[in-house]
């Protein structure tokens, strides 16, 4: 057959180029699929609301039934889990995906990201400050923390540890994953459930003037309850002998070293830290230097973070570098606090004060609520 330049050419260039487009064609596929892959392992991250509300609904029956290592706890909350944090669980979304914002991009194009069980847990108080404190901590470049309360290990611990992977954000090597759920720190089965899992799990503390903090307890529980007895006849089983009802959780929570004695069976006190709830409010940078020293890491959420909000009384959280509105917690946070008699104010005071006593020798620090 002869050779023929026309027929060469007819053959040669349309095979060329639909190979070109061909290649074209699967690098686009390839990015658009990687592309995919990454989205929803960023989205992973968000909790999920409608999965966590079915969970409490299951979970509150049996809340009721549980016992802190005191005894039978009288607790006029059936549910345990911040109430307040329901209300507040957009907020804490949004929150999470402003802290989320900078690490972004670089999320996208690192595979190494994956789910890991925390590091570091904060397990109290209730009514401490544990929310503004993991909100600050949410500043941190090199901290991914999951926003609603896990309750795995008071509550949910028989659906094992690979339940609880599942709930922990995408973090990368360096990162440190961490959770907040207050009532580990009153439950009696939670420090040897966390030793099981990891005897290196560094815990903090958020503790509080243990009488504020009760009328705080109750104060949140009559916004829920309005028709709940007052706070002074809840306080004492018997008024007029002065007798304090220590099965009553807002009462028995603030009892501090007793539930520290429990703690120290597994974990040595360098792995705790105890975090001044007041401090928070007023020095919130200072408290925060403990925290990130405490955890291993540079000292990045500083004074440039916080501007104070005299309406609400606590700090609100600002970027430093840019003109934004300052985001301040929920509008559940702050709430005033009812007239209490201050007779049954110096009764709590003088009943908690070989408690405190004690609790500041364990620590070797001094909150000064005396």
Same mark, same amino acid.
């Not at 503390?205 to 529980?221: H, N």
């Given at each position: ?5 026309i027929l ?5 260039v349309?095979?060329?180029?639909v190979?070109?487009?061909? =290649?074209?064609f ?34 509150d ?20 889990n ?7 669980e ?40 544990t929310?503004?404190l993991?909100?600050f ?10 926003g609603a309360?896990?309750h795995?290990?008071?509550?949910n ?15 990368s090597?360096g ?5 907040k759920?207050p ?31 009760a ?15 007052? =706070?002074?006849?809840?306080? =004492?089983?018997n008024?007029s002998?002065?007798l ?19 703690w120290?069976?597994?974990?040595p ?45 606590f700090p609100?959280?600002?970027r ?15 709430r005033?606090?009812p ?22 020798h364990?620590?070797?620090?001094d909150f000064?609520?005396?």
């Amino acid at each position: 057959m002869e050779y023929s330049p026309i027929l060469h050419s007819l053959h040669v260039v349309p095979s060329s180029h639909v190979k070109n487009k061909l =290649f074209v064609f699967c690098i686009m596929l390839s990015l658009w699929v990687y592309m995919i892959y990454c989205c929803v392992g960023y989205c992973s991250t968000v909790p999920n609301l409608t999965y966590g509300a079915v969970n409490r609904h299951e979970n509150d029956a049996e809340v009721d039934n549980q016992e802190s290592s005191l005894g039978a706890s009288r607790d006029l909350l059936n549910n345990e889990n911040e109430l307040d944090s329901r209300g507040d669980e957009w907020d804490e979304i949004r929150g999470e995906a402003k802290a989320l914002d900078d690490n972004a991009m670089s999320g996208f194009l690192n595979e190494s990201e994956s789910k890991k069980l925390p590091q570091a847990i904060i397990i109290g108080v209730k009514k401490g400050g544990t929310r503004a404190l993991l909100e600050f901590l949410r500043l941190h470049p090199d901290i991914r923390a999951v926003g609603a309360e896990p309750h795995f290990f008071d509550r949910n611990y028989d659906k094992g540890l690979d339940w609880y992977r599942e709930l922990m954000p995408k973090s990368s090597e360096g990162q440190l994953t961490m959770e907040k759920t207050p009532s580990y720190y009153v439950t009696k089965e939670v420090p040897a459930r966390i030793y099981t899992m990891s005897k290196d799990t560094k815990l903090i503390v958020v503790v509080r003037d243990p009488v504020t903090r009760a009328i705080s307890d109750y104060t949140q529980t009559r916004s829920k309850k309005p028709d709940i007895p007052s =706070f002074e006849s809840l306080t =004492f089983k018997n008024m007029s002998a002065g007798l304090i009802d220590t099965t009553w959780s807002a009462v028995q929570i603030g009892m501090y070293a007793k539930h520290l004695e429990r703690w120290l069976q597994y974990f040595p006190m360098e792995q705790l830290l105890f975090v001044s709830g007041e401090r928070l409010i007023t020095d919130p940078a200072g408290e925060m230097a403990r925290v990130q020293d405490f955890l291993g890491l540079r000292r990045v959420v500083t004074e440039k973070h916080f501007h104070f909000n005299p309406a609400k009384g606590f700090p609100c959280l600002k970027r430093p570098e840019g003109n934004s509105k300052p985001h301040c917690l929920g509008k559940t946070k702050g709430r005033i606090h009812p007239n209490i008699n201050p007779e049954v104010v110096q009764k709590l005071r003088d009943f908690y004060k070989p408690f405190n006593s004690k609790f500041y020798h364990m620590i070797g620090h001094d909150f000064g609520w005396d």
